[in-house]
């Protein structure tokens, strides 16, 4: 069935955890979903999603840093449902290590996946945003923004993603193009058991510590991030543009 708002949202990272969940609460409201991964078994969990939800979703395999890949994914995308309407930058990776022992390589990976991939998925969507005067935005920034023991590469491309809101907000505003970015906390994902399982931790140990230094009480799971993608894809945002939202279960500070 297509989708009952009219609207299609790609999110990128879209095969797992926080993606995925997005993926399936934008299915949840009627939207048609594109979910781009670089795991083929994206196309698996979106056919489970359209299951679930009656809707359009789909799986495609896509490097967000590959700048021919994702202007070709994004024309696709657009001929097939005839429009991109929201875009999630929500596609990540983690090469956490002390600076004497990170690596160029460890750097630039960091930087692609989050910054570039962010820069050339937004560049693609925009194309087919402009002309429609419509679209929405929303890219995944982190607490470790706020400075991460061990994350140099990690915190500055998510301190980036700060200012790419920002800025591409001033940019695309007058086309009614809402852009905010989200900065969740700990979130309970693949992400954060092999963060736990490269410390040595058992995960649930690991979210157990995580839990007791945060004011609600317990860790995020990747629904607590869906609902306020939902919400900043929603009209009823439509006024609210720039803006970074913790998603932490606290004020934030630095952990
Ligand atoms: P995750 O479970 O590791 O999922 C990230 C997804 O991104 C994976 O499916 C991964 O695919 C995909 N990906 C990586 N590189 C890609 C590329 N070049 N092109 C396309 N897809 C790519 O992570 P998550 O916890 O859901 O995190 C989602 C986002 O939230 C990330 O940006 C992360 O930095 C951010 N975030 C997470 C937390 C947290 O506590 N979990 C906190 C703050 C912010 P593969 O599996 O094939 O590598």
Redesign the pocket.
Known sequence: MDAKTGRTAVV??G?????LAIGRRFAQNGDAVVL????PGVAEAAEKIAEETGVTVKGLT????DGAQVKETFAAIADEFGSVDILIN????LRDNLIHKMSEDDWDTVMG??LK?AYLCAKAAQTYMVPKRYGKIVN?????SLGNRGQLNYSTA?AGLQGFTRTLALDLGKFSINVNCIA????D????RSTAERQGISPDDYKKMKAEKIAIGRVGV?EDVANVANFLASDEASFVNGQIIYVSGGPETRR
Do not use: Q, W, Y
């Open positions: 990128t990272g095969g797992r955890g926080i993606g781009l991964d670089l795991d896509c490097d967000v840093t929500n596609a990540g990776v996946v989050h991939g995944l920034s982190s607490t470790s998510k969740p906390g700990f979130i994902t693949e992400m954060t990747p």
